[in-house]
């Protein structure tokens, strides 16, 4: 198949321009290169023949849709939002990206679409309450962080909650800035199958971490600044009490999952959407990935655990792998245990 990949220079893009173009795919790789994300390449070199365009902007497709079957959306402003100041930064990107992305499409009659999603949109995950089942709780207070209570309780009892996987039937609360502009990306697809009319697929990628991730930005993932940790010789340093919940998946794994979601997207009946979660099956408490990466890196060092919060962090949050082996055939290859402590020693961007 002919397919246009967006965000192609990115972490993510680059492994999965690399699985599409193994798979036999005709590639068109088209990226803007945004600082925030890139830095410098160090796994792969941009790929071959890159168009480097924004795609907000109409014009600068020029013919460039010529043929394609398949549109694979990754370029968006990624990481959590640092202030209140980026808040156009993603609106920008990824909510006018993603529509100009699909009038663009539509323009040129390519009705299949597949969209980089994100855990963010689910907030904070799936609870359950001995007494009271499954619970949504609100976000953390200042207080309650200040004080060291990280567990959210249970808004009927306020006794203590136990995390559970989170399904994509679940409702979407997002809590930052990326967090929404990820849901309204959903959004637009949902729109667009049926005024095109068109098919999509969003996937809902877990905390995703391999080579090529970009160094020690406060946008960048946790991995990378207890890698960064590391390397300056200085224990990593894990928020909150270190027992948050999250599900680690290797961009090895994201680019296996978009290729699935390609295959998936092209069978679907019109005026379908599909969101499915892309995880690694394997949920990990934070402290513990921060000791598998430094395994990995030969430093016998136990993580410092601080107390510190973010406002706007969720607690536990870990998708549920099932719908998408059901549907999509996508299993994650790679364990974190593994995959965090290789990570400890692969190629990052600068
Ligand atoms: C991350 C991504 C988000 C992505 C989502 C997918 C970033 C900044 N966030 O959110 O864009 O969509 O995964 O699920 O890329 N922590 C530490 N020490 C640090 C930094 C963070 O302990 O130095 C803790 C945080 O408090 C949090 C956990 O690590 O509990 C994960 O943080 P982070 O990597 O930012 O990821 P998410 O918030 O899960």
Same mark, same amino acid.
């Given at each position: 198949m002919r397919i246009l990949l967006t965000g192609a220079a990115g972490f993510i &893009? !680059? +492994? !999965?321009?690399?699985?599409?173009? !193994?798979?036999?795919?005709? @590639?068109?790789?088209?990226?803007?290169?945004?600082? #925030?994300?890139?830095?410098? +390449?160090?796994?792969?070199?941009? /790929? +071959? &023949?890159?168009? @480097?365009? %924004?795609?907000?902007?109409?014009?600068?497709?020029?013919?460039?849709?010529?043929?394609?079957?398949? @549109?694979?959306?990754l370029a968006a402003m990624v990481g959590a939002g640092v202030t209140a100041a980026d808040l156009p930064l993603y609106a920008g990107h990824n909510d006018l990206g993603t529509a100009a992305v699909l009038a663009a499409m539509h323009a040129a009659n390519v009705d299949r679409f597949v969209?980089?999603?994100?855990?963010?949109?689910? &907030?904070?995950?799936?609870? !359950? *309450?001995? #007494?009271? %089942? =499954?619970?949504?709780?609100?976000?953390? =207070?200042? #207080?309650?962080?200040?004080?060291? =209570?990280? %567990? =959210? /309780?249970?808004?009927? *009892?306020?006794? /203590?909650?136990?995390? +559970?996987?989170?399904? #994509?039937?679940?409702?979407?609360?997002?809590?930052?800035?990326?967090? @929404?502009?990820?849901?309204?990306?959903? &959004?637009?697809?949902?729109a667009w199958v049926r005024q095109a009319p068109g098919a999509a697929v969003s996937l809902r990628y877990h905390n995703v971490y391999g080579p090529g991730m970009p160094r020690d930005t406060p946008y960048s993932g946790v991995a990378a600044m207890f890698r960064s940790s590391l390397e300056r010789g200085e224990p990593p340093t894990v928020f909150e009490d270190g027992t948050q919940m999250r599900d680690f998946v290797h961009v090895d794994d994201v680019a296996r999952a978009n290729l699935a979601a390609v295959r998936a997207v092209v069978g679907l009946e019109p005026a379908t959407h599909r969101a499915y979660n892309v995880a690694s099956g394997h949920p990990i408490a934070i402290a513990d990935v921060a000791r598998h990466v430094a395994a990995g890196s030969g430093r016998d060092v136990e993580p410092r655990i601080t107390g510190q919060y973010r406002i706007g962090d969720v607690r536990h949050v870990v998708a549920s792998p099932a719908r998408a082996r059901d549907e999509i055939g996508f299993t994650a290859q790679v364990t974190p245990e593994d995959g965090l402590a290789r990570f400890a020693t692969a190629p990052l961007r600068a």
């Open positions: &893009g !680059t +492994a !999965t321009w690399r699985g599409l173009v !193994t798979d036999g795919h005709d @590639v068109v790789a088209v990226d803007l290169l945004v600082p #925030e994300a890139h830095g410098v +390449a160090t796994r792969d070199d941009p /790929p +071959a &023949g890159l168009h @480097v365009l %924004d795609v907000r902007e109409a014009s600068a497709w020029g013919d460039l849709f010529q043929g394609v079957d398949v @549109v694979v959306h969209q980089a999603s994100s855990m963010v949109v689910y &907030g904070e995950g799936r609870y !359950t *309450c001995p #007494e009271h %089942d =499954t619970q949504s709780p609100g976000p953390r =207070t200042r #207080e309650a962080l200040d004080a060291g =209570t990280f %567990d =959210t /309780p249970c808004p009927v *009892c306020g006794g /203590p909650l136990d995390w +559970a996987l989170v399904g #994509e039937d679940a409702a979407l609360d997002p809590r930052s800035s990326y967090a @929404v502009s990820k849901v309204a990306q959903e &959004g637009y697809a949902g």
